[in-house]
């Protein structure tokens, strides 16, 4: 597809339970984001993939989060036992080398978890 | 990081000129100026950036103050679309990532 695509779009989950939630970002970007969205906040940034590598994981809120990327291409974020407070809706992005000059980060549409 | 601040909302009515305020005085020479909005339900989108020229696309102009410590989005024409979070975003070199504050509620009056 053209844009950033994200799935499951909606995930309703168990407290406990692990979920995966996958990013498939446009063709050729190597630069990849996760951002966090809770109900009516602002974005909060999780993690940053340059290539297959993480240089900036700051935003991970806990060890129960994780996120790989493969191929430079497909990125997964994993929560494990997951919490209400995971509760959220969970944005990708992916932009070009050199972000602050071209400017465009794309988004994707989102996951939202809801845990129960 | 140099922090951006803005109003917390802002109205205007259809068909009028929207100018959107951001005060960043502690900006540094590297530093890109990033607007991107984020409407209902949906994911943020690119507006503009500039650095130190003043900037126009076909959604928006970006007008710089000379000393950058300052910038205005400018929206031509609000139609009920536009209704939307605004915000303004510092970034410097590289892929640092865009850190999101809490950004200007535009309301658009039919």
């Known amino acids: 597809g053209a844009g950033v695509s994200q799935s499951p779009s909606n995930k309703v989950t168990e407290k406990g339970k692990d979920v995966e939630l996958r990013c498939d970002p446009i063709?050729?970007?190597?630069?990849l984001y996760w951002y966090r969205q809770r109900l009516g906040q602002g974005l909060e940034f999780l993690i940053y993939f340059q290539g297959n590598s993480a240089p900036d994981k700051s935003g991970l809120p806990s060890d129960r989060f994780s996120a790989e990327r493969t191929g430079e291409s497909v990125s997964t974020l994993t929560i494990q036992r997951t919490q209400q407070e995971d509760s959220a809706v969970y944005l990708c992005?992916?932009?070009?080398?050199?972000?602050?000059?071209?400017?465009?980060?794309?988004f994707g549409e989102g996951s939202r978890l809801t845990v129960l | 990081d140099a922090k951006t601040t803005q109003p917390n909302s802002m109205e205007s009515n259809e068909e009028e000129p929207v100018h959107l305020p951001c005060n960043h005085s502690?900006?540094?020479?590297?530093?890109?100026i990033h607007w991107y909005r984020q409407l209902p339900s949906q994911g943020p989108e690119y507006v503009i950036h500039?650095?130190?020229s003043n900037v126009n696309n076909r959604m928006a102009s970006l007008a710089i103050a000379e000393d950058r410590k300052s910038s205005t989005l400018i929206l031509h024409r609000a139609t009920l679309r536009d209704a939307a979070v605004y915000y303004c975003i510092l970034t410097t070199r590289g892929n640092t990532p865009l850190v999101f504050g809490k950004g200007t509620r535009l309301s658009v009056i039919a």
């Open positions: 063709s050729g970007h190597t630069a």
């Open positions: 502690t900006i540094s020479g590297t530093d890109y």
């Open positions: 992005a992916s932009s070009v080398p050199g972000l602050a000059v071209s400017g465009e980060l794309f």
């Open positions: 500039g650095l130190t």
